[in-house]
């Protein structure tokens, strides 16, 4: 099983500031990684995959890089509604997820 | 627009048979390329893939789970269903129902069903 591993666990950040969130792989997964947003009390909702495309409706101000084993979203001006969890997933083994990261209000 | 939304008991009796069900809607399960998962997410947890039905009928289960784990489809209804037997605590969690299309992310989510394991 390709476990992810995602830090920090928890990122206080000021309305405004970027956010640098990372996720690594225990084995390469290519660029076979999405990136969920959730907020309390909703579903995970579909922010990036193939590990820098956004998908639909989603803000330019989410961005995803990396490959193989390292990869970073950056949220670069933080606005209120992006406080929330963020997740990554593999999809290049079958299908495992990080335990998240929780961005909040500094 | 799809839209998936689960539904069944929330609350079962340790032993006993966790059934979910999830109606699909601006869809259909039988679309070619598509892939229908049930997710699950322990309280205040991560989230845990459970297993897949496909387009074409085909079933697969996260082995940690497998032995316990049916997934079935009723595509006159395009519905899907989970069944976990011999459930504990350990099961109690909120049951997401998902797509994912052949790339293997999942693009769209049920809002999500919160099952109690408890006598």
């Known amino acids: 099983e390709v476990v992810m591993t995602q830090s920090p666990a928890t990122l206080s950040v000021s309305p405004g500031e970027r956010a640098t969130l990372s996720c690594r792989a225990s084995?390469?997964?290519?660029?076979?990684l999405a990136w969920y947003q959730q907020k309390p009390g909703q579903a995970p909702r579909l922010l990036i995959y193939?590990?820098?495309t956004r998908a639909a409706g989603i803000p330019a101000r989410f961005s995803g890089s990396g490959s193989g084993t390292e990869f970073t979203l950056t949220i670069s001006t933080l606005q209120s509604e992006d406080f929330a969890i963020y997740y990554c997933?593999?999809?290049?083994?079958?299908?495992?997820f990080g335990q998240g990261t929780k961005v909040e209000i500094k | 627009q799809v839209q998936l939304q689960e539904s069944g008991p929330g609350l079962v009796k340790p032993s006993q048979t966790l059934s979910l069900t999830c109606t699909v809607s601006?869809?259909?399960?039988?679309?070619?390329?598509?892939?229908w998962s049930w997710i699950r997410q322990h309280p205040g947890k991560g989230l845990e893939w459970i297993g897949y039905?496909?387009?074409?009928?085909?079933?697969y289960y996260n082995p940690s789970l497998k032995s316990r784990v049916t997934i079935s489809p009723d595509t006159s209804k395009d519905q899907f269903s989970l069944k976990l037997s011999s459930v504990t605590a350990a099961d109690t969690a909120v049951y997401y129902c998902?797509?994912?299309?052949?790339?293997?992310?999942?693009?769209?989510w049920g809002q999500g069903t919160l099952v109690t394991v408890s006598s």
């Open positions: 193939g590990a820098s």
């Open positions: 601006g869809g259909s399960i039988s679309s070619r390329g598509y892939y």
């Open positions: 997933q593999q999809y290049n083994d079958w299908r495992t």
């Open positions: 998902a797509r994912a299309g052949s790339s293997w992310y999942f693009d769209y």
């Open positions: 039905i496909s387009y074409s009928g085909n079933t």
């Open positions: 084995q390469s997964v290519s660029s076979n």
